[in-house]
């Protein structure tokens, strides 16, 4: 359904709402696959339909932007699963996503989606007490409006690790996490209005401490 802003706003320089909008539908339909044993496997296979998204459309009369039912979209994907444990203290697992989705009408692919997205992890238990997990993330390349004559955004790869010791005495856990461990100048995709994109965060440090009693 439309947002309270999407419909009702008034007093925005920038984004004004409109009462008439439709709520925007999707129609999904999936087969999915799921394979236990020791090697446990998921497959997912999807097609949608959606109508009448919502996005604010400019009007150079008025310089301002209105909400309106302005397009349909179509898409398809796979997503794939595993799941390994190497032994009784290793595990892996990881997954692959494939998505293309396109302008129903204009048949355009919709801008600033990763077409390939990965993840990956180790875990490492060399004992009840510790537990060490290191994760990959891979973020394909993103395409840019047709409009927009800015060079696609690169694909992006960051790694987390963390280590975790839990009954350091009764009740007490901790954590310590390192996350973007390699400081990626990582960047999420902007309108045209910001040129670099948006920067997200590089190497960051957590520590935590828990205590249940």
Known sequence: APTFGELYEINNIAFVGNPDLNPET???FEIAINHRERLHTRVNIFYYQAKDLIDYVYDPLTSKSYAKNVKDQTGYGTELELEYGLSNSVSVRGNYSY?????SDTKERVANAPVHQAFAQIQY????????????FYIGKRYRESTDTRAPVDADSL????????????????????????????????SISIPNDYPMQGLSLFAELRYRF
């Open 26 to 28: 999707i129609d999904t």
């Open 99 to 103: 998505q293309h989705s396109e302008d």
């Open 125 to 136: 238990r060399p004992s009840v007490d510790w537990n060490t997990n290191v994760q990959y």
């Open 159 to 190: 790694v987390n690790l963390t280590i975790e010791r839990t009954d350091i005495f009764e009740g007490l856990d901790a954590l310590v996490s390192a996350r973007n461990l390699f400081d990626t100048d990582y960047r999420e995709p902007s």
